[in-house]
T-cell receptor
Framework: KQEVTQIPAALSVPEGENLVLNCSFT??????LQWFRQDPGKGLTSLLL?????REQTSGRLNASLDKSSGRSTLYIAASQPGDSATYLC????????????FGEGTQLTVNP | NAGVTQTPKFQVLKTGQSMTLQCAQD?????MSWYRQDPGMGLRLIHY???????DQGEVPNGYNVSRSTTEDFPLRLLSAAPSQTSVYFC????????????FGDGTRLSIL
């Protein structure tokens, strides 16, 4: 059974710092990996999607990398801002079960002004 | 605005009561799904549908029923509510089961007393 772990569970940084969020998964037979953002009381917003054949994806100040063989992904946030404060979740989709996603529990990020 | 709409946003039930959580999308998405989000458990798939008239079970389907009579709507029914079903419920949709990203609603916060 696929398990997804996110470390750290919570992170507090001053504004302007570059930071890295980690995601690991136990079964490397994945179709893709996705990073989401969740604001309090809201649903999930997709940030980046990395296909299993890709190494990284970038969107603005966000960069996500994928090392499928070692079961790891990182989300790099450059020059963090208070507006980046949210919970970040990663989810993997397996090769064989279609759209079923397995989620990590998330990293709660606080960026202090 | 286009998107996934969930109603109600909050609900308190007594053990044994039944209710239906509504989910509607106006993006003509074929694939719709229901997740529950619990502390320490992440998001878990309850049921999903790949098109009108077709539904299937996810990871935690017990105690829940779904139907998909139209492309737009995918209601989730709790037949006899139990305290273990206290959770935040999210509905998501995408163009197909293989397409990403999935669009999430803002969730329904359900408490069973």
């Amino acid at each position: 059974k696929q398990e997804v772990t996110q470390i750290p569970a919570a992170l507090s940084v001053p504004e302007g710092e570059n930071l890295v969020l980690n995601c690991s998964f136990t079964d490397s037979a994945i179709y893709n990996l996705q990073w989401f953002r969740q604001d309090p009381g809201k649903g999930l917003t997709s940030l980046l999607l990395i296909q299993s054949s890709q190494r990284e994806q970038t969107s603005g100040r966000l960069n996500a990398s994928l090392d499928k063989s070692s079961g790891r992904s990182t989300l790099y946030i450059a020059a963090s801002q208070p507006g980046d404060s949210a919970t970040y979740l990663c989810a993997v989709r397996p090769e064989t079960s279609g759209s079923r996603l397995t989620f990590g529990e998330g990293t709660q990020l606080t960026v202090n002004p | 605005n286009a998107g996934v709409t969930q109603t109600p946003k909050f609900q308190v039930l007594k053990t044994g009561q039944s209710m239906t959580l509504q989910c509607a999308q106006d993006m003509n998405h074929e694939y719709m799904s229901w997740y529950r989000q619990d502390p320490g458990m992440g998001l878990r798939l309850i049921h999903y549908s790949v098109g009108a008239g077709i539904t299937d079970q996810g990871e935690v389907p017990n105690g829940y029923n779904v139907s998909r009579s139209t492309t737009e709507d995918f209601p989730l029914r709790l037949l006899s509510a139990a305290p273990s079903q206290t959770s935040v419920y999210f509905c998501a949709s995408s163009y197909s089961r293989w397409s990403q990203p999935q669009h999430f609603g803002d969730g329904t916060r359900l408490s069973i007393l």
